[in-house]
């Protein structure tokens, strides 16, 4: 199994909603990753959790709350988002300390705030 | 930060032709390579990748070259076909920073071929 895979595939959700994005992987990867992809951009690195625990947060307003509940799972939790956060939100995965240092991403989630 | 640019930002060719893609980098200490391409409305994929100890890696129809000295690696793809309509980013990994070795996305190429 080399899939990473993200749920739901698109959301839209006003700006007074609570709403939480789901990622899964199963390769057991350590390291674990969420991108904000705008269009026609390349993606932008949001947190990075390594063995579960938050390492990485690109300055991201408080409005993004990220979890990682267990090595398998992250989420990416959202209250009282603006318009200009909709984008494409992308999870992704990699091995930790391994030679090849591939980044396995999921589908994305297509988020919409309206 | 590390600065990736990637030239050409779009570039269409006939079906049949060749197609290169180059990023250039700025982190010295930048030791893995990969090109990721991105088909609308999915997540980006791995399709080749060099490490810094290797000058090119081939792969069928892809491949991949190094210049560590100036700072580029290219993807080369020959006998293009529709199919390979897409976005491709290449993404080098940098200088470990707070425990983490950095990936800076470049910033695309359209290719579009043209059947």
């Known amino acids: 199994d080399t899939e990473v895979t993200q749920t739901p595939k698109h959301l839209v959700m006003g700006m007074t909603n609570k709403k939480s994005l789901k990622c899964e992987q199963h390769?057991?990867?350590?390291?674990m990753y969420w991108y904000k992809q705008k269009a026609k951009k390349p993606p932008e690195l949001m947190f990075v959790?390594?063995?579960?625990?938050?390492?990485i947060n690109e300055s991201v307003p408080s409005r993004f709350s990220p979890e990682c509940p267990n090595s398998s799972l992250l989420n990416l939790h959202l209250h009282a988002l603006q318009p200009e956060d909709s984008a494409l939100y992308l999870c992704?995965?990699?091995?930790?300390?391994?030679?090849?240092?591939?980044?396995?991403f999921g589908q994305g989630t297509r988020l919409t705030v309206v | 930060g590390e600065n990736v640019e990637q030239h050409p930002s779009t570039l269409s060719v006939q079906e049949g032709d060749s197609a290169v893609i180059k990023c250039t980098y700025s982190?010295?200490?930048?030791?893995?390579f990969p090109w990721y391409k991105q088909e609308l409305g999915k997540g980006p994929q791995l399709i080749i990748d060099?490490?810094?100890?290797?000058g090119e890696k081939k792969d069928q129809r892809i491949a991949v070259t190094l210049n560590k000295t100036a700072k580029h690696f290219s993807l080369h793809i020959t006998e293009t076909q529709p199919e390979d309509s897409a976005v491709y980013f290449c993404?080098?990994?940098?200088?470990?920073?707070?425990?983490?070795?950095?990936?800076?996305f470049g910033t695309g190429t359209k290719l579009q071929v043209i059947p």
């Open positions: 993404a080098p990994k940098g200088a470990v920073s707070g425990g983490y070795q950095k990936v800076t």
């Open positions: 390769m057991g990867h350590r390291a």
């Open positions: 060099i490490r810094s100890n290797v």
């Open positions: 992704a995965s990699r091995s930790i300390g391994e030679s090849r240092t591939e980044a396995f």
């Open positions: 959790y390594s063995y579960e625990k938050l390492s």
């Open positions: 982190d010295s200490a930048s030791n893995y």
